[in-house]
């Protein structure tokens, strides 16, 4: 048997011994029961609480998230060992969602300081996901949409792409021979954290919507940004697919949308990471904000 191969099935059968641990099963079957509570007709799904800000079956599907992503980067961690397992499981979890992503992130850099390193690797790389995958909705609703924001949209991937390699290479330093703290699969309270921030951002942006009223495309696409930048990039060119707005005239809303949606990951990088962990990935979401801003420039 080749070597990676014996090394391989090494791994899977410590995974599967190590995986009979008690207070594991108990973390999946709290996930499985929060999962079955989001997909069982119990839970509201509309609008309550002031101007329409909250949505308790959309809260509640961001906790179950929020919960996954951090299950995948325990055993992501386990597997693969933290230099490689939380960047990996931080860039595919990005296209679930990169805001959930930096909350799960900041859980295990909090809960561990030993994964610092590896969590703020993974949260940078999880907006290469988001990058990847607003290139991906535009073009399939308006490929002249893309044409006018790939300048923009490539300095941001590469910046969050040399960024994040950055960060995994500072990992792979850090962990070496390190002793780390499992933790738990599941971190409840960093699932409730992470809705509790969201909800909060999202009354804020409802608030300040019904207070300004209807004052333009970017300051609507904006407040979009600050819950889903894919919606809000989605919106600005469907109106180009119907002739209703110019393609060039759709990238700053969408710049603006993609701005929005930084803040808040950075409000929860802060919120449930420590110190260091909140400052290294603010940065990161900065340079790849200002990167983009900057291809937009150099376009005009």
């Known amino acids: 048997m080749a070597p990676m191969a014996v090394a391989l099935t090494t791994r899977f059968r410590a995974l599967a011994r190590d995986a009979l641990r008690a207070n594991e099963w108990l973390d999946l079957l709290l996930f499985g029961v929060a999962v ?5 007709p119990v839970i509201p799904d509309r609008a309550f609480g002031p101007f329409g800000g909250i949505n308790p079956l959309r809260v509640s599907r961001l906790v179950v998230l929020v919960m996954g992503i951090g299950a995948l980067g325990h055993f992501a961690v386990r597997f693969l060992g933290a230099r490689t397992g939380l960047p990996a ?3 595919v979890s990005g296209f679930v969602s990169s805001a ?6 900041g859980s295990r850099a909090q809960h561990d300081a030993l994964l610092l390193e590896p969590a703020v690797a993974g949260a940078v790389l999880s907006t290469v996901s988001t990058v990847i995958q607003l290139a991906i909705v535009v073009v399939a609703v308006s490929p002249p949409t893309l044409a006018k924001l790939v300048v923009p949209l490539a300095f941001a991937g590469a910046t969050s792409i040399g960024y994040g390699l950055f960060d995994a290479r500072r990992a792979a330093v850090a962990t070496a021979g390190g002793a780390m703290d499992r933790g738990r699969a599941v971190d ?3 699932a409730l954290l992470f809705a509790s921030i969201v909800t909060s951002v999202l009354l804020l942006g409802a608030a300040l919507q019904a207070r300004l ?3 333009g495309l970017v300051v609507g696409l904006f407040f979009a940004g ?3 930048v894919h ?3 989605i919106s600005a060119a469907s109106l180009v697919a119907g002739g209703g707005l110019a393609a060039e005239h759709a990238v700053v809303p969408i710049l603006a949308a993609l701005t929005a949606n930084s803040a808040t990951k950075a409000i929860l990088a802060f919120g449930t990471g420590p110190r260091a962990y909140a400052v290294r990935v603010g940065i990161g979401l900065i340079l790849v904000v200002a990167a983009a801003w900057l291809g937009f420039a150099v376009t005009r």
């Open 231 to 233: 919606a809000a990039a």
């Open 226 to 228: 600050f819950a889903d």
């Open 213 to 215: 009223g209807e004052t």
């Open 188 to 190: 409840l309270k960093a």
């Open 36 to 40: 079955a509570l989001v997909t069982l």
């Open 100 to 105: 959930a992503t930096v909350a799960a992130m």
């Open 89 to 91: 499981s931080g860039f």
